[in-house]
């Protein structure tokens, strides 16, 4: 599959700079929520460039440190659990993609954010942008950006949240509500990591 089609109708358009913008992370019971923007140079060759989705773990890694190394600016960012619950997960994700525009070392004309969604009730996406559904299988620059939010948030929660609270086993599931997370929480309840507005059932249950 082309996957410049996106953005050659947007250069045909005039916008001469894009990024594009994805976001990871959204399901999981803990952990923040990440999302990633990235502009590459034009119809840049990148082998097996796919929505991370569609790629195994070590395929994403792999595809993570060719896009660092090649992109024209990069930034991925993050909303934490606590902000989570204070606004909700699809206001979080549109905070998520704004903070990670900002962070981009050059601004471009237009962002291509994968989804159908450009706000919640408290947070809209203020950059200049165009939605895609589906874009991190049709664009190029999408599918970057949900490889490096995939794997910034993955690495992290394996790691950092991994090491504060071994007990949860955060390296095998993500966070995500898997049956091994939700013994975990059986025996050890909520940690600060948890999103609590995600929680409701498993607290009705114990309840």
Same mark, same amino acid.
């Given at each position: 599959?082309?996957?410049?089609?996106?953005?050659? @109708?947007?250069? /045909?358009?005039?916008?001469?700079?894009?990024?594009?913008?994805?976001?990871?992370?959204?399901?999981?019971?803990?952990?923040?929520?990440?999302?990633?923007?990235?502009?590459?140079?034009? @119809?840049?060759?990148?082998?097996?460039? $796919?929505?991370?989705?569609?790629?195994?773990?070590?395929?994403?890694?792999?595809?993570?440190?060719?896009?660092?190394?090649?992109?024209?600016?990069?930034?991925?960012?993050?909303?934490?659990? %606590?902000?989570?619950?204070?606004?909700?997960?699809? /206001?979080? &994700?549109?905070?998520?993609?704004?903070?990670?525009?900002?962070?981009?070392?050059?601004?471009?004309?237009?962002?291509?954010?994968?989804? $159908?969604?450009?706000?919640?009730?408290?947070?809209?996406?203020?950059?200049?942008?165009?939605?895609?559904?589906?874009?991190?299988?049709?664009?190029?620059?999408?599918?970057?950006?949900?490889?490096?939010?995939?794997?910034?948030?993955?690495?992290?929660?394996?790691? @950092?949240?991994?090491?504060?609270?071994?007990?949860?086993?955060?390296?095998?599931?993500?966070?995500?509500?898997?049956?091994?997370?939700? %013994?975990?929480?059986?025996?050890?309840?909520?940690?600060?990591?948890?999103?609590?507005?995600?929680?409701?059932?498993?607290?009705?249950? &114990?309840?």
């Amino acid at each position: 599959m082309d996957l410049w089609i996106p953005e050659r @109708e947007q250069w /045909n358009k005039g916008f001469a700079l894009l990024c594009g913008v994805d976001e990871a992370g959204a399901g999981p019971l803990a952990g923040p929520v990440y999302a990633a923007a990235v502009i590459l140079p034009r @119809e840049i060759d990148i082998p097996g460039l $796919n929505d991370s989705k569609k790629l195994t773990e070590k395929r994403r890694e792999a595809l993570y440190e060719a896009i660092v190394s090649r992109a024209g600016s990069w930034s991925v960012a993050q909303v934490e659990a %606590e902000e989570i619950d204070q606004m909700d997960i699809l /206001n979080a &994700r549109m905070l998520a993609m704004q903070r990670a525009i900002d962070g981009l070392s050059a601004q471009p004309d237009l962002c291509l954010i994968d989804g $159908n969604r450009d706000h919640g009730s408290r947070v809209a996406i203020t950059a200049p942008h165009v939605t895609l559904v589906g874009g991190d299988g049709k664009s190029a620059s999408i599918a970057a950006a949900s490889i490096l939010a995939k794997v910034s948030r993955d690495r992290y929660v394996s790691t @950092e949240l991994g090491a504060l609270y071994p007990q949860y086993q955060f390296a095998r599931h993500k966070g995500y509500g898997t049956r091994l997370h939700y %013994e975990m929480l059986d025996r050890y309840g909520p940690c600060p990591a948890h999103r609590r507005s995600f929680l409701k059932k498993w607290e009705a249950r &114990r309840s």
